[in-house]
């Protein structure tokens, strides 16, 4: 059996430090850490409905704590990656970039599980039915940084894009622009909490193949 793997990068880099190597491996487990722990809690928490409640919501409530943690530790995963990135991609595109892009994407997470939104449609339960009647302060932080952490990661996308194409690498190049175009696709009102779903496992798995893939070339 031929086993076909999906690069996001085609440079061979010089052997790296353990360090390096740990800091890579964190980034590649920040997103199976993440909705594993998102997973869990959507099976566990009483009156949560992913078609009516985004996976933030599970930051509200009593043991919205786990959530709250579980975007700090996911971003923090991210920032290792950012400097595993700029550790190992010391030349050509986005190399001053990329490390600065997954930066933002890891503050992003991070901003989001320290700023909750608001319990809104049902959940948890005892919440009124329906949207909050005006959005708190800490919800419009947290919104605004998940917009921002994608579109950071999105951006990130299209700049390893680039640097494929120029060295004409075209699959992972391909890869990558699919990746950005996903994360930058408007959200449909209809099926928003399922929208966001689906871009954190594009985000954090685009995320989790540029880790594996850099530390398998170091």
């Not at 920040?30 to 566990?44: D, E, H, K, L, V």
């Not at 409530?61 to 530790?73: E, L, R």
């Amino acid at each position: 059996m031929t086993t076909i793997t999906v690069p996001t990068t085609d440079v061979a880099a010089p052997p790296v430090s353990a360090s390096t190597r740990r800091l890579l491996l964190a980034g590649a487990w920040a997103g199976p850490f993440f909705f594993a722990s998102a997973g869990i809690q959507m099976a566990t928490r009483e009156g949560f409905d992913i078609t009516r409640h985004p996976i933030s919501q599970l930051a509200t409530g009593g043991p919205g704590w786990v959530q709250i943690a579980t975007f700090i530790v996911a971003g923090m995963g991210i920032l290792a990656l950012a400097a595993g990135v700029a550790r190992t991609l010391t030349t050509g595109t986005g190399r001053r970039a990329l490390p600065i892009l997954l930066t933002i994407f890891g503050l992003g997470l991070i901003a989001s599980g320290a700023f909750p939104m608001d319990p809104e449609h049902g959940f948890p339960v005892g919440t009124p039915d329906g949207p909050v009647a005006q959005m708190s302060w800490h919800s419009m932080v947290h919104s605004a940084a998940a917009v921002v952490a994608f579109t950071a990661a999105a951006i990130a996308a299209i700049v390893l894009a680039v640097r494929h194409l120029r060295r004409r690498s075209l699959l992972p190049a391909i890869f990558n622009a699919v990746v950005a175009l996903v994360l930058l696709l408007p959200t449909a009102p209809a099926h928003m909490s399922i929208q966001i779903a689906l871009t954190g496992v594009v985000a954090f798995g685009w995320a989790s193949a540029l880790a594996v893939s850099l530390r398998r070339a170091a």
